[in-house]
Structures are given as structure tokens and as C-alpha cells.
């Protein structure tokens, strides 16, 4: 069993620069490849980005790529997803996903456990 706890969240402007953490419990955080989602009023869950166990592998949404950057500290259980250049329609809860491939993945259906989600805003 994972527990995932996000944080970082909140209003920030246009060009502006955020972090979310997601700090999770349990033994076996490394061995989990995670994810972040967003989900914005009125749209779907939306994959944003992923890492593998290890951090050595990562992918990103077409729409974040050249501005987000996934990371995680094994060492501290906990997974960070750095924002940068954020844009009005980057608003939305993020959430962050543990699954059970080791290897990461694109898909929501690949994760069993997920966090509670923090809300960001970004004003134009």
C-alpha cells in the first residue's frame, strides 16, 4: 500500500515558475514508476508526466515538453514536477500516481494508487 500526499500548489501568473512535491509512504516508493496527471474543470485526466524506478527514464505530454521536468528522490520518497514558462491552460488539479510498472507509463489505467491532487492557477 502507497500513500501519495501532493504539495506546492497555488496561484501563480503567467511565465511564472512552480513546483509540486508528492511525498509518498511506504517501503517500496523506488521500485515504482510514477506519474503526474492534471485535470482541468469540464476536461478528462490528462497525462502530464512520467519517470521510471530508477529516474533515468521519462516522457512528457506534447503540451509540457521544453517546460516541466519530472525528478524524484528515492532517498526521500518523494517525486517533484518543476514548472516553468506556465500558461493559462496549465490550470487544473495535478495529481500524482504511483503504478505498479516499474518502468512508468503514459496511461492513467497502468497506476494503482493516486493522491488527493493540488490545485494550480495560473493567471494570465
Known amino acids: 500500500q502507497v500513500q501519495l500526499v501532493e504539495s506546492g500548489g497555488g496561484l501563480v501568473q503567467a511565465g511564472g515558475s512552480q513546483r509540486l512535491s508528492c511525498a509518498a509512504s511506504?517501503?517500496?516508493?523506488?521500485?515504482?514508476?510514477m506519474g503526474w496527471f492534471r485535470q482541468a474543470p469540464g476536461k478528462e485526466r490528462e497525462f502530464v508526466a512520467t519517470?521510471?524506478?530508477?529516474?533515468?527514464?521519462?516522457y512528457y505530454a506534447d503540451s509540457v515538453k521544453g517546460r516541466f521536468t519530472i525528478s524524484r528522490d528515492n532517498a526521500k520518497n518523494t517525486l517533484y514536477l518543476q514548472m516553468n514558462s506556465l500558461k493559462p491552460e496549465d490550470t487544473a488539479v495535478y495529481y500524482c500516481?504511483?503504478?505498479?510498472?516499474?518502468?512508468?507509463?503514459?496511461?492513467?489505467?497502468?497506476?494503482?494508487?493516486w493522491g488527493q491532487g493540488t490545485q494550480v492557477t495560473v493567471s494570465s
Open positions: 500516481a504511483a503504478g505498479g510498472r516499474s518502468s512508468g507509463s503514459t496511461s492513467s489505467t497502468a497506476y494503482n494508487y
Open positions: 511506504g517501503r517500496t516508493f523506488s521500485s515504482y514508476g
Open positions: 519517470i521510471n524506478w530508477s529516474g533515468g527514464i521519462r
